[in-house]
């Protein structure tokens, strides 16, 4: 059966850092991109970073780029993504989605896709 499943989310006060891992199982991520998405109560899901297939290149969403790190373990079939600097504005629920055969911003590209883990930031 195939899955996708985040975990790392949690409560942190403003400032703050916390790490969010992604783990599939009956498919494997390594031939594929892999992405972060996030959606906030009453707001669209938007894009938050993307990894190529060999974890080599790696894009942003500006409102991130500096404070989260998006990377990849083919070995292990996991992706994960450290976020240091928490503001209350990166309150939201955190999607990892895999099987895209481009680096793409777009969840459209994306075809595996976990039930989200919530990050909620204090200020």
């Known amino acids: 059966q195939l899955q996708v499943a985040e975990s790392g989310g949690g409560l942190v006060q403003s400032g703050g850092s916390l790490r969010l891992s992604c783990a599939a199982s009956g498919f494997t991520f390594k031939p594929y991109a892999i992405a972060w998405f996030r959606q906030a109560p009453g707001k669209e899901r938007e894009w938050v970073a993307t990894i190529n297939y060999t974890g080599a290149w790696k894009r942003y969403a500006e409102f991130v780029k500096g404070r989260f790190t998006i990377s990849r373990d083919n070995r292990q079939n996991t992706m994960s993504m450290r976020m240091d600097n928490l503001e209350p504005e990166d309150t939201a629920t955190y999607y990892c989605?895999?099987?895209?055969?481009?680096?793409?911003?777009?969840?459209?590209?994306?075809?595996?896709w976990g039930r989200g883990t919530q990050v909620t930031v204090a200020s």
């Open positions: 989605a895999g099987g895209s055969i481009r680096a793409s911003v777009k969840a459209t590209d994306y075809d595996h």
